[in-house]
């Protein structure tokens, strides 16, 4: 029995979701945890916080690549090569917010992963 019933919840949410649900509620658990950092820029916590928030994101398109580029992956070719450059183009800005942190480098991270998030929810 889970003590806390938001506990409950999650544990059958996670149970009944199907992969694409997955993918979008990471996207946009990944969105806020950035935009949170972008909100609160200015605390003495948001240097750990968006070092924390970006591993997290960059985690996620990690596990996007590897699984592109699996012979088995279903996707259209042209599919996975769009998805693979906007990959590319989420690590580049990631290292360059890490080497070079300001808040409006953030924005494009976060409108790509709400953005993405959308579309899995949208298309069956």
Same mark, same amino acid.
């Given at each position: 029995?889970?003590?806390?019933?938001?506990?409950?919840?999650?544990?059958?949410?996670?149970?009944?979701?199907?992969?694409?649900?997955?993918?979008?509620?990471? *996207?946009?658990?990944?969105?806020? %945890? #950035?935009?949170?950092? /972008? &909100?609160?820029?200015?605390?003495?916590? +948001?240097?750990?916080?968006?070092?924390?928030?970006?591993?997290?994101?960059?985690?996620?398109?990690?596990?996007?690549?590897?699984?592109?580029?699996?012979?088995?992956?279903?996707?259209?070719?042209? *599919?996975?090569?769009?998805?693979? %450059? #906007?990959?590319?183009? /989420? &690590?580049?800005?990631?290292?360059?917010? +890490?080497?070079?942190?300001?808040?409006?480098?953030?924005?494009?991270?976060?409108?790509?992963?709400?953005?993405?998030?959308?579309?899995?929810?949208?298309?069956?």
């Amino acid at each position: 029995m889970y003590p806390n019933p938001m506990q409950a919840y999650q544990q059958v949410d996670k149970a009944t979701m199907s992969g694409r649900d997955i993918e979008a509620a990471v *996207l946009s658990r990944a969105a806020v %945890r #950035l935009k949170k950092c /972008v &909100d609160n820029w200015d605390l003495k916590t +948001m240097e750990e916080e968006l070092d924390q928030s970006l591993r997290y994101n960059q985690k996620i398109w990690t596990v996007f690549q590897s699984e592109l580029l699996k012979p088995e992956n279903p996707l259209p070719q042209d *599919l996975k090569e769009n998805i693979l %450059r #906007l990959s590319v183009f /989420v &690590d580049k800005r990631t290292f360059d917010i +890490m080497a070079f942190p300001k808040p409006e480098k953030i924005k494009i991270l976060i409108d790509i992963n709400q953005n993405l998030a959308a579309g899995l929810r949208a298309n069956p």
